[in-house]
């Protein structure tokens, strides 16, 4: 069965760190660029931050999440991990990550398959 999913998100405090997995079974994660995704209520899907598929290095971030957030792979584990660090409250939302099978690169259109999110809190 081919699925994503994604680790536990949770309630962090401000200023606190938290990382989230991406864990793909059912096909190879390697072959795919890998999104990350976040939606808040009220407010529209964007896209945070995606991975190229291995080989090719390449990374990109949402302007809110340059400096604070990092994308990386273990290909060992068929998964992807977001680190976020420095968190605010305006971070709460529900993350997705999502697969994307392509060459080179990495954007946030035409995914192929969608985890069911997870739901991410930032409060004191």
């Known amino acids: 069965q081919v699925q994503l999913v994604e680790s536990r998100g949770g309630l962090v405090q401000p200023g606190g760190s938290l990382r989230l997995s991406c864990a793909a079974s059912?096909?190879?994660?390697?072959?795919?660029?890998v999104s990350w995704f976040r939606q808040a209520p009220g407010k529209e899907r964007e896209g945070v931050s995606c991975?190229?598929?291995?080989?090719?290095?390449?990374?990109d971030y949402a302007d809110s999440a340059k400096g604070r957030f990092t994308i990386s792979r273990d290909n060992a584990k068929n998964t992807v991990y977001l680190q976020m660090n420095s968190l605010k409250p305006e971070d709460t939302a529900v993350y997705y990550c999502?697969?994307?099978?392509?060459?080179?690169?990495?954007?946030?259109?035409?995914?192929?398959?969608w985890g069911k999110g997870t739901l991410v809190t930032v409060s004191s």
């Open positions: 999502a697969a994307d099978l392509r060459v080179r690169g990495c954007n946030y259109a035409g995914m192929n398959y």
């Open positions: 059912g096909f190879t994660l390697n072959d795919y660029a």
């Open positions: 991975v190229s598929p291995s080989g090719d290095g390449s990374t």
